[in-house]
């Protein structure tokens, strides 16, 4: 996983690094009611048999290029390694 510090030489576990990236994109979700609190983050940082629910669109994409439907945990978790990048700029 190329989120993962290196100098962790692969010592993790990959169940626990999709935790946490699926709870950063829920804290990033674009109606602020639909992101948890503190208390449900930490909640679901150390909880390690709570069910997600799907997640929502983020604040941080354009509209013409988010998806429709919500965005399922199975996604971050088989996510190609590929890298791409895209600049937003007005006009």
Same mark, same amino acid.
């Given at each position: ?6 100098? @962790?030489?692969?010592? &993790?576990?990959?169940?626990?690094? +999709? ?5 950063? @994109? @829920?804290?990033v979700q674009e109606s602020p009611d639909d992101r ?13 048999? @709570? ?8 604040? &941080? &994409? ?16 088989? +996510? ?12």
């Amino acid at each position: 996983m190329d989120f993962v510090d290196p100098a @962790l030489d692969n010592k &993790f576990r990959h169940d626990e690094v +999709a935790r946490c990236i699926y709870v950063a @994109l @829920l804290c990033v979700q674009e109606s602020p009611d639909d992101r948890p609190n503190m208390t449900d983050t930490v909640t679901m940082l150390s909880n390690v048999s @709570l069910h997600f629910n799907p997640v929502k669109q983020p604040a &941080f &994409f354009t509209k013409k290029n988010a998806s429709e439907s919500e965005w399922p945990l199975n996604l971050i978790v088989n +996510a190609s390694n590929d890298l791409s990048v895209s600049t937003i700029t007005g006009r």
